[in-house]
């Protein structure tokens, strides 16, 4: 027999059709993951709270009512992002292939464009309080996780983390879909090498040399 409260539990879930309702916690995580591509498209000021609610099939004063402000979204989604980056570092063990397994971790980031893009448009956003100091600290665990893990030295690490933040800038302006602009192949080959493949580009359209003249 079924107690009062779950059966209050099991129509809090069900409408009257008996079909089953998203709980609230499930239709905040559906609006963050919608709100994810938007504004990575859009950045911090480009996107409105009624594009997000398109994007998630909600109406606008629900996802103000769940979130209150865009800045409050913003933070929340931005959170995610750097949860996300965190944890596949983290799984990284420590051991003699720690630094080519963590080239290939972050080389799997790269297929999801928007979670690295929303991870720039935090940096550029980094007067918020909260998203400043939750960007300080996803660069800080990326560049202690390789010291760690590799055994490596704070050089080295800088170096892994500078030539992420270079694969994200290149990202963020489209140059692996611009190889035909002078000089940008030649960039993108050499800072994507094996990884240029993860980012979605099939391959890179070779520079005519006599239009770079």
Known sequence: MSSPQSETSDRAVAGADGQRRMSRDERR????RAALGVFAAGGFHGTSTDQVARAAGVS????VRMFRTKQELFREVFASVGDRIVEVFDQVPAGPDAKAQLGAAYTGLLSDRDVLKVLMHGFVEGGDPQVGRRAREV????FETYVDRTGGTPEEARAFVAQGMLINTLLSVGAPE????????????CSFGDALGAVGVAACRPVDEGSTR
Do not use: F, M, S, W
Request: charged share 20%.
């Open 29 to 32: 995580e559906q609006i963050v």
């Open 60 to 63: 606008q004063p629900y996802v």
């Open 139 to 142: 660069l800080v665990r990326a």
């Open 178 to 189: 611009h190889t035909d602009e002078p000089g940008v192949a030649a960039l993108v080959e």
